[in-house]
């Protein structure tokens, strides 16, 4: 079946130090969100890719989307206590009879003061 | 605008008990959406319901879990005869009509079987 990883698992910085984290997928995806998930939160809504390529911006954060619509990564600028979170990727299929989202294995952020 | 609402947050259980989890989805949105976390995992995608409708059930166990949203009133997730590796985090996401990836999530129930 379709599987989405995220690398790294667990990433450990110091505070204003950069953060990326990427998401592959096995197969071609319409488009990609990314969720941030506090601990012992929620998944919250961050941002949706879908054209090829796309990079989209807020704030400190840089979201991109694979020419091939198969990989996205998330970059983070000079990270902050409060970016603490896990950090996952979601993909709905290309061609996908129903509108379920495959999410990715997370990558955990921790960033120490 | 309320966001997604899930009751209980917290629910225990015996084994051989009965679970019933509820969800409500925002004002407008017409897609449900459950999803289990295990913990220190991701998320797993389950069941995908309009009204009166179940749209996509291939992350439902076969046996002991079925999900509604009926008409009037929440979605409801029901276990039957709880498990201990059933304990998890069961997230409910809604979506507005014509945008299904924007699925908005509510705080979760966490269920722990004893």
């Known amino acids: 079946g379709q599987q989405v990883m995220q690398i790294p698992q667990y990433q450990h910085v110091q505070e204003g130090e950069d953060f990326t984290t990427y998401c592959n997928s096995s197969?071609?995806?319409?488009?990609i969100q990314w969720y941030k998930q506090r601990p012992g939160g929620h998944p919250v809504f961050l941002i949706q890719?879908?054209?090829?390529?796309e990079v989209k911006k807020q704030k400190r954060l840089t979201f991109q989307f694979g020419e091939a619509k198969k990989n996205s990564s998330l970059h983070i600028t000079a990270t902050q206590t409060t970016d603490v979170g896990t950090y996952f990727c979601a993909g709905m299929n290309y061609g996908g009879a129903t509108n379920k989202l495959i999410f990715g294995t997370g990558t955990l952020l921790a960033v120490q003061p | 605008n309320a966001g997604v609402m899930q009751n209980p947050r917290h629910l225990v259980r015996r084994r051989g008990q009965e679970a019933r989890l509820r969800c409500s989805p925002m004002k407008g949105h017409s897609h449900v959406y459950w999803y289990r976390q295990l913990p220190e995992e991701g998320l797993k995608f389950m069941v995908y319901?309009?009204?009166?409708?179940?749209?996509?059930e291939s992350g439902m166990p076969k046996e002991r879990f079925s999900a509604e949203f009926p008409k009037e009133g929440p979605s409801i997730l029901r276990i039957q005869q709880v498990v201990r590796g059933d304990s998890a985090a069961y997230f409910c996401?809604?979506?507005?009509?014509?945008?299904?990836?924007?699925?908005?999530f509510g705080p979760g129930t966490r269920l722990t079987v004893t």
């Open positions: 319901l309009q009204k009166e409708n179940i749209i996509d």
């Open positions: 890719l879908v054209k090829s390529g």
């Open positions: 996401a809604s979506s507005p009509p014509g945008h299904h990836y924007e699925q908005y």
């Open positions: 197969t071609t995806l319409s488009n």
